[in-house]
């Protein structure tokens, strides 16, 4: 953007707290200019939508529509917003999605200051913008390729292990052979990096693979 246009920002949180001091932040820093806030997906699409910011800091947990749903609702309706994530998350649960909906960046709200007046900067400009905790992250995912995503039916056997099944129950519960629960099991542990049944369980959640009951 040039020094007579403005970097346009929306801000999309459903804490007014958050709202309130990002767009001081914002509009006390040169060179930028907050038109608006939404407190969940749905309104951030609609402002978005009449608005036309070059920029949306976009939350990931909001009631309604959350931030990911509004992320794909944005792409799907071509809205050109560059959509830079501000969350708390930084789980491959919350990652990955949002950069395959179309995030241009992924940034924790405990970041600094002119981190992230510098990150929108760059979103501005379509460059991506990771924190550096979700960058270690994506580089530790391309080192370790045997820790790729789970199939469905691995993920089924998984969680059928975590709610106490044994391997003959979750066999029973699948229509498969209780051979074949072993081999899912094993293709399992080699995917998590872990030995054994209890481990696999405890990473799945800790990966956000799993999500605890009720």
Do not use: C
């Not at 960058?135 to 292990?161: D, Q, T």
């Amino acid at each position: 953007m040039t020094d007579d246009h403005p970097i346009r920002l929306l801000i999309a949180d459903d804490h007014p707290i958050v709202r309130d001091g990002l767009r001081g932040m914002f509009a006390s820093a040169p060179g930028f200019e907050v038109l608006g806030e939404a407190a969940d997906g749905a309104e951030a699409v609609r402002m978005a939508r009449a608005l036309a910011p070059d920029v949306i800091l976009m939350d990931l947990r909001m009631p309604g529509m959350d931030g990911l749903t509004a992320i794909n609702e944005l792409a799907r309706l071509g809205v050109t917003a560059r959509v830079l994530v501000l969350t708390t998350y930084d789980t491959d649960a919350h990652v990955l999605p949002a950069i395959e909906a179309g995030a241009t960046g992924y940034l924790l709200k405990d970041s600094p200051r002119e981190e992230l007046l510098r990150a929108a900067r760059a979103a501005a400009k379509g460059e991506t913008v990771l924190s550096p905790s979700v960058a270690s992250w994506l580089m530790n995912r391309v080192k370790a390729p045997a820790r790729r995503l789970l199939s469905a039916r691995e993920l089924e056997v998984l969680g059928l292990v975590a709610s106490g099944n044994t391997n003959r129950e979750a066999a029973a519960r699948l229509f498969i052979t209780e051979a074949t629960v072993k081999s899912h099991l094993l293709n399992i542990y080699a995917k998590l990096g872990v030995s054994d049944r209890a481990a696999a369980v405890a990473e799945a959640y800790n990966q956000g693979l799993l999500k605890p009951e009720g």
